[in-house]
């Protein structure tokens, strides 16, 4: 196995790819790498490599692409794989065997608020799930402490005080550099806000919401908030789990997500959303983008997301989206077209 040189060029585009967290100190690639359903067992991944030294490789070299590209955070989560766990342990093999001279170059983030383990204390935001869990990813990935550690999702019967407790011990202890919320309505990140002010505990640099052309929910209900806050923002899902690509425009390709059924199926590609699909499809290509670049860009648009995770199942696909940073500007008149479209 070839060890890998980073490009030494990686971070000659400093001063346009990275965009501050907020009123935070941290800078963030505007482009992230999501882990989520590609660093897991062999065989799960949508490109489907069975063989574990192939797919482990493919994983290897998108970690390379990305880091070279001056992709600095690579995101988890406790549960990321499948099955969970695994893209923990696999990132954490590559960390250990690839990157361990590059460590302080890279944003390694996780997360807890799901179901992990079996019985009462595995899931939601507990003190003692989320520092139990804690505890485990960073065995998993083979490090002293992540860079950011989330509440993947509000727990609504345990006490927000008691997340934020747990989330401000990990900081406190060293295990966390800094702390994020996943999956928050703008009325619960104002109550985390109006907590963390009364009780002193560690604030949230950083919100994870979903957002894309087809999920628009941040615009009315959490911008406002985070920016009030200085909050940052990293969009997960801005390609609509691919729905926003030229993948879906003659039929759903074997080799796809929607063709697995589990998170997007056939029902959701409708010949409505195929009609829209085809006219954005139209509008990317005279902006001289591929669909998947103007979606990333049009996500990148607003002034409080910070960055925007992308996932992918082979290096290509990480070379062909970071492009989209090559043209974030949109005319008013596109964006009018846009909004006809959607």
């Given at each position: ?193 109006a907590t963390g002010q ?132 949109f005319s008013a008149d ?9």
């Amino acid at each position: 196995m070839p060890a890998y040189t980073p490009d030494p060029n990686r971070y000659a585009a400093a001063e346009t790819l990275y965009r501050r967290c907020g009123r935070s100190g941290l800078l963030l690639p505007a482009m992230s790498l999501g882990c989520w359903h590609s660093f897991g067992e062999s065989g799960t991944d949508s490109g489907h490599h069975a063989d574990e030294p192939a797919f482990h490789e493919n994983c290897r070299q998108m970690l390379f692409t990305a880091f070279d590209l001056g992709i600095t955070h690579f995101d988890l989560a406790n549960n990321y794989g499948p099955p969970p766990g695994s893209a923990e342990l696999r990132i954490g093999r590559i960390l250990k065997q690839d990157f361990a001279a590059h460590r302080d170059e890279l944003i390694i983030s996780s997360k807890a608020g799901y179901t992990m383990w079996d019985g009462p204390y595995g899931d939601w935001g507990s003190r003692k799930y989320m520092l139990a869990s804690l505890d485990a990813s960073l065995k998993r990935l083979g490090l002293d402490y992540v860079d950011i550690y989330y509440s993947h999702r509000p727990d609504p019967n345990t006490p927000i005080e008691e997340t934020l407790g747990a989330l401000d011990h990990a900081v406190k202890s060293g295990k966390a550099l800094y702390t994020g919320i996943s999956n928050y309505r703008g009325a619960q990140t104002e109550e985390v806000v109006a907590t963390g002010q009364r009780t002193g505990l560690t604030m949230p640099i950083i919100h994870q919401p979903k957002y894309s052309m087809f999920e628009r929910w941040i615009e009315a209900d959490l911008l406002a908030v985070v920016e009030r806050h200085g909050i940052g923002v990293i969009c997960f899902s801005p390609l609509a789990q691919g729905l926003l690509t030229d993948k879906y425009l003659k039929g759903i390709p074997a080799d796809s997500r929607a063709s697995l059924g589990k998170f997007l199926g056939p029902q959701h590609i409708t010949e409505k959303r195929l009609t829209a699909i085809r006219k954005l499809n139209d509008l990317a290509k005279s902006r001289g983008q591929s669909l998947a670049q103007m979606a990333l860009a049009w996500v990148l648009r607003h002034k409080a997301v910070t960055t925007v995770l992308i996932g992918a199942s082979r290096p290509e696909q990480i070379r062909e989206n970071v492009k989209a940073l090559d043209k974030l500007a949109f005319s008013a008149d596109e964006l009018e077209r846009i909004e006809a479209i959607l």
